[in-house]
């Protein structure tokens, strides 16, 4: 999107019978998109203290970083990044990480639960939903609260899964850290409720209205640079049934022959262990948009922790296989 | 080379661009060329609301297989659980807050909001509704209009949707008949003329079997109209009504340097292009747009609801809460105005009673000064009250400490609609929807902006600075100082409305109380942190909240 192409009418594309679409001032829904998420940035900084950006590296992360860009420039970003690191994340992922945030000049604290990485812990020995309660949601909580923080951005999008489908954009959270789904609060138009209480805090959406398609096709509009694991390439693979597994982590070992290089991406980027890859020829962000308008199945299809919440038999059978 | 220029040239080094890459590029355009449309389901508990958006996404190919897979019993699928994504949905079978779809079809992009029918749960379907253009009323056959269904017509009415298309459902369990259809048919449409909904459509559907959610039914062939679908992908769109007035409340104020002074905000309603002479509110000051900024680069010309920086031609401090507008069409500026309110709190709303409101970036104080009628559901009449109690809808009188700079809900969603927030839990206990307005008189009268507290610190020189730098940075007086014996006449201050930090060398709590109205009252405060004393001082309303000013400043 260039300066002019937002407000030109120019832009507004052409019917089928040369004439100019008929409703003349509307704007593509990437641009709604974009100031409404700009609006909730901004909301949330003039009212808040001290609020953080949760950063994951991932695809979703670098759109809201650019949107926050966009929100105070030219002023810089007036927060800090948070990056939640379990300790499995790929290199390539903390390579980008590193890299990406010196480039753009923003500060980044990375928090890690040594505690829990000192004991050992992982998935193949604790089970993904321990392992991820304590590197991540521990780990989040933790790194929240020594800081202080009263509002954190996050990535999460509505059409991620339907739970998500749930959750406003200011999503309040008590003292303990716990969303009460039950009882949120009302949110209506775009007035949005910042008030909170003592040792209370807030998770704010920006892209709560993004899909996965829209995400991708701003990446490709923007050209925002991504973790190159999107990409489709011939990577070292654990093949299993249907899954591919990365081969990152020393505990992630195959039986004989399971090993092979594949063709193949990752969809949503997490920890190496716990990250399905698909097999897949995108190997430029225009073709992965053009998978993605094949794909039947879920973004999420391919993340193992999804999938321990309601069924622990499929879980507990990963676990002995590891 | 920067990151982006590097994957770029990559891209181009190892793939040239291929056929694949410019079809999608078409693909793409073609997406930007669609409209998106926003609809919300309303009606009673049970209708089908739910089961009817599971069908419409499932018939539409707007699922992904995993997603039905979950919701497939013996080889049947739950619809209404593609949407019911709350366990304790699921365990009740009721929806109780809304579930946000997003699906598109060759023609548009679509914005689902399916919203709670249960009357416990009226909040979540006004949330639903409040950005909606189309509302889907549903109606079960076999029992026609409930309460719920008016409740419901009557908030979306009220809300400003112009367009209902009623869907009567569970026609199979009718024999899809067309007298059936036809019965209450007439008697949405005397529900909609009651209303003033200006356009209603009906139609005969059955959300469990298919019939008419996306495919035209077999089984009614006397209803000659399109699927739901059909009407969806071509019911006009909610234009806002074209406005005047360029409303530009200002969100934030840029100030990364000191040429730079830039008023971030998104346009609430109208155009805005450099050179344009406006009007800063409440101070009425003139002057004129000298740029529109963007990280794009700058703009020839912005509308709503873009999100821009603007600078001014003259240097002039305007700060969050504040409104840029077009000079020759101005919005209303007034402290007292009557609107329709939307109760969500368990407390009842009463005459006298004080809540923070919150209208466009401001939040101001706000005193009920009289509720003038609640409406009567069944019968949708207005009938005098003395309350507002929760799920009712009223007309209500509202003072406020500082001026608003307001339009009616009719001329403007944006400048029009506020929310109430009782400042004890901080819930939001109401939404309202400005109907008239009575202009504040030119004049300012200057209400006191905030009432100021008086923080007893002891011995916290670290605590005392760092709080003192903290509040300067919100526009509030500060007074810092180790006076002893005195404590009246630092009452006396901290009501006059600034924050007074008493140091001394004893040890002892926080203490802070506040100067309102007479009474001084005093809290214990635990936290040693500036920010946890901070929040509880904007708890007890003592500093004004979101007035911070200047990234630079304050990060
Ligand atoms: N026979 C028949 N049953 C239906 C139809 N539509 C919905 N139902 C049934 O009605 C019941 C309620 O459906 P839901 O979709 O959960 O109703 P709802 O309006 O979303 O309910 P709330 O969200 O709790 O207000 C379920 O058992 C559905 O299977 C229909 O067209 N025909
Ligand atoms: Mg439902």
């Known amino acids: 999107m260039t300066a002019t192409a937002i407000a030109d009418r120019s832009a507004v594309p052409l019917h089928e019978d040369g004439k100019r679409a008929t409703a003349v001032d509307r704007f593509n829904h990437i641009q709604l998109l974009e100031a409404e998420s700009i609006h909730i940035l901004r909301e949330v900084v003039a009212e808040f203290q001290n609020p953080v950006m949760l950063y994951s590296i991932g695809k979703d992360s670098s759109v809201m970083l650019r949107l926050a860009q966009k929100a105070f420039y030219p002023a810089p970003i007036p927060f800090p990044l948070l990056h939640v690191d379990t300790g499995y994340k790929f290199d390539e992922m903390l390579e980008f990480r590193d890299r990406y945030t010196s480039e753009l000049g923003v500060k980044l604290i990375v928090w890690r639960n040594e505690e829990a990485l000192a004991d050992g812990a992982n998935p193949v020995r604790l089970g993904t939903q321990r392992c991820c309660g304590l590197l991540k949601t521990q780990a989040l909580l933790d790194g929240l609260r020594a800081h202080g923080f009263d509002a954190a951005f996050g990535g999460a999008r509505r059409d991620e899964e339907k739970s998500r489908a749930k959750e406003r954009i200011f999503s309040f959270r008590d003292s303990t850290g716990q969303w009460d789904p039950k009882n949120q609060r009302p949110e209506l138009w775009n007035l949005f409720n910042a008030r909170i209480g003592l040792r209370e805090s807030i998770r704010v959406f920006p892209l709560s209205n993004w899909t996965e398609l829209d995400i991708w096709h701003y990446i490709h509009l923007e050209k925002i640079p991504i973790v190159p694991l999107y990409l489709a390439k011939e990577r070292r693979m654990l093949v299993r049934g249907d899954s591919l597994i990365p081969v990152e982590q020393s505990f992630v070992q195959g039986l004989p022959g399971e090993e092979q290089w594949v063709k193949c991406r990752l969809r949503s980027l997490g920890c190496s262990p716990c990250t399905g890859a698909i097999r897949s020829d995108a190997d430029t962000v225009p073709k992965i948009i053009a998978e993605l308008m094949a794909v039947r199945n879920s973004e999420r299809a391919n993340r193992i922790i999804d999938h321990d919440q309601d069924g622990s038999m499929e879980i507990k059978k990963r676990e002995g296989y590891f | ?555």
């Open chain 2, 1 to 555: 080379m920067s990151f982006a220029e590097e994957q770029l040239d990559a891209a181009a080094r190892g793939m040239a661009v291929d056929d694949l890459d410019a079809r999608i590029e078409e693909q793409l355009e073609a997406e930007r060329g669609k409209d998106l449309l926003r609809f919300s389901t309303a009606g009673s508990v049970d209708d089908g609301k739910s089961t009817l958006i599971g069908r419409l996404l499932y018939d539409s190919r707007n699922v992904y297989d995993d997603h039905v897979r979950a919701v497939t019993r013996d080889a049947a699928i739950d619809f209404a659980q593609l949407t019911d994504g709350l366990r304790a949905e699921r365990e009740q079978g009721i929806t109780i807050d809304v579930a946000y779809r997003y699906f598109s079809t060759a023609k548009r992009k679509f914005i689902i909001a399916d919203t709670p029918g249960h009357e416990q749960y009226t909040r979540n379907m006004a949330t639903g509704a409040s950005t909606a253009d189309v509302a889907i009323v549903l109606v079960d056959a076999r029992k026609g209009i409930l309460d719920q269904t008016r409740r419901h017509a009557c908030i979306a009415s009220l809300l400003g949707i112009p367009t209902v298309i009623a869907a009567i459902n569970k026609m199979d369990l009718m024999e899809f008949s067309q007298e059936v259809f036809e019965q209450h048919r007439r008697d949405l449409e005397a529900l909609a003329q009651r209303l003033e909904i200006p356009e209603l459509i009906p139609v005969p559907v059955s959300a469990l079997e298919g019939d008419n959610i996306v495919h035209r039914s077999q089984r009614m062939p006397w209803y000659t109209g399109q699927s739901l679908l059909g009407l969806l992908e071509t019911v006009p769109l909610a234009i806002e009504r074209a406005h005047a007035g360029l409303r530009f409340p200002v969100q934030r104020v840029l100030r990364p340097h000191q040429d730079f002074r830039g008023f971030a905000g998104q346009i609430a309603a109208g155009t805005v292009r450099p050179g344009d002479e406006v009007v800063a509110l409440p101070s009425g000051f003139r002057t004129r747009v000298r740029s529109i900024s963007t990280w794009d680069g700058e703009l020839d010309v912005a509308r709503a609801p873009q999100s821009v920086v603007l600078t001014l031609e003259d240097e002039r401090d305007i700060s969050r809460g504040e409104m840029i507008a077009s000079a020759s069409a101005p919005p209303h500026r007034t402290t007292r105005f009557e609107a329709t309110v939307v109760w969500m709190h368990a407390t009842p709303l009463r005459a006298g009673a004080t809540y923070l409101l919150k209208h466009t970036s401001q939040t101001v104080r706000a005193h009920v000064a009289e509720i003038r009628s609640r409406i009567d559901v069944e019968h949708l009449e207005e009938r005098g009250t003395d309350q507002l109690a929760l799920n009712d809808i009223g007309r209500v009188v509202i003072e406020t400490s500082r001026p608003l700079l307001a339009d009616t809900y009719r001329e403007s969603r944006s400048t029009g609609s506020l929310i109430l927030i009782d400042s004890a839990d901080n819930a939001t206990a109401g939404a309202g929807m400005i109907r008239s307005i009575t202009d504040a008189a030119e004049t300012t009268t200057t209400v006191a902006q905030a009432s100021g507290a008086l923080i007893t610190l002891g011995a916290r020189p670290h605590l005392a600075a760092e709080l003192e730098s903290a509040l300067l940075g919100t526009n509030v007086l500060v007074l810092r100082t180790r006076a002893r014996g005195v404590r009246a006449e630092l009452l006396a201050v901290a009501r006059l409305g600034a924050v007074v930090l008493a140091e001394s060398d004893t040890s002892g709590p926080v203490l802070l109380t506040t100067g309102d109205a007479g009474a001084a009252e005093t809290h214990v405060l635990a936290g040693e942190q500036a920010t946890e004393i901070l929040n509880e001082l904007q708890r007890l309303g003592a500093i004004p909240t979101g007035d911070t000013d200047d990234d630079a400043v304050t990060r």
